[in-house]
């Protein structure tokens, strides 16, 4: 196991709806990116947070967004659900932004 | 911005052969390149990773190249098991950038 934890593992919502996913980096990790992985299709960059500012985005509208926290976990907030966004939501920890990076198992957005 | 090609999308081999998987980049500073192994349902996981200032890295039945003239690296895996089938993503990332530039990924079948 690499420690990288997400919840909760599916979520089902109206669209609409605002939903927020949780994510807790692997031990010793302040750094944390989260993707957005369509069916049959590779991780899609959302941003990134690194000592708790964000430190870049993807190709993502404003209704996308995040926290990070002291101890770096870190949140990710969609407001105004559109069916689009149904998809498995990654978020993936690494040391200083350098390198490797850890994901955790996703959260499984459904909009209906 | 990067952009990230994957061929081929689909891989079928006989237990015991190798298969080899090959990405394109676009940004010529790209300077990091992991590759990721996604069972279904699974999170991505790292499976290897090469630097800018290395050809060529092994890890027992896996390796990978790297060729920074033609912009294009490759993983190869020998001596296939069963076990081996998944999706797998290539991936690339700048060297100030934040975010890593998925590969659409190749879904590799290895059979027995």
């Known amino acids: 196991e690499t420690g990288v934890t997400q919840s909760p593992t599916h979520l089902i919502k109206t669209r609409g709806q605002q939903v927020t996913l949780r994510c807790s980096s692997q031990?010793?990790?302040?750094?944390v990116s989260w993707y957005q992985q369509a069916l049959g299709q590779g991780p899609q960059f959302i941003f990134q947070?690194?000592?708790?500012?964000?430190?870049g985005r993807g190709n993502f509208p404003p209704r996308f967004s995040g926290l990070q926290f002291p101890n770096y976990s870190s949140e990710l907030n969609v407001n105004a659900l559109e069916l689009d966004d149904s998809a498995l939501y990654l978020c993936?920890?690494?040391?200083?932004?350098?390198?490797?990076?850890?994901f955790g198992p996703g959260t499984r957005l459904t909009v209906t | 911005g990067e952009n990230v090609e994957q061929h081929p999308s689909t891989l079928s081999v006989q237990e015991g052969d190798s298969a080899v998987i090959k990405c394109t980049y676009s940004?010529?500073?790209?300077?990091?390149f992991p590759w990721y192994k996604q069972e279904l349902g699974k999170r991505p996981q790292l499976i290897i990773d090469?630097?800018?200032?290395?050809g060529e890295k092994k890890d027992l039945r896996i390796a990978v190249t790297l060729n920074k003239t033609a912009k294009h690296f490759s993983l190869h895996i020998t001596e296939t098991q069963p076990e081996d089938s998944a999706v797998y993503f290539c991936?690339?990332?700048?060297?100030?950038?934040?975010?890593?530039?998925f590969g659409t990924g190749t879904s590799l079948t290895v059979i027995p």
């Open positions: 991936a690339a990332r700048l060297p100030d950038g934040n975010q890593f530039y």
């Open positions: 940004d010529s500073a790209s300077n990091y």
């Open positions: 993936a920890s690494s040391m200083d932004r350098v390198y490797e990076q850890y």
């Open positions: 090469i630097r800018s200032n290395v």
């Open positions: 947070y690194y000592r708790e500012e964000e430190n």
């Open positions: 031990s010793g990790h302040n750094t």
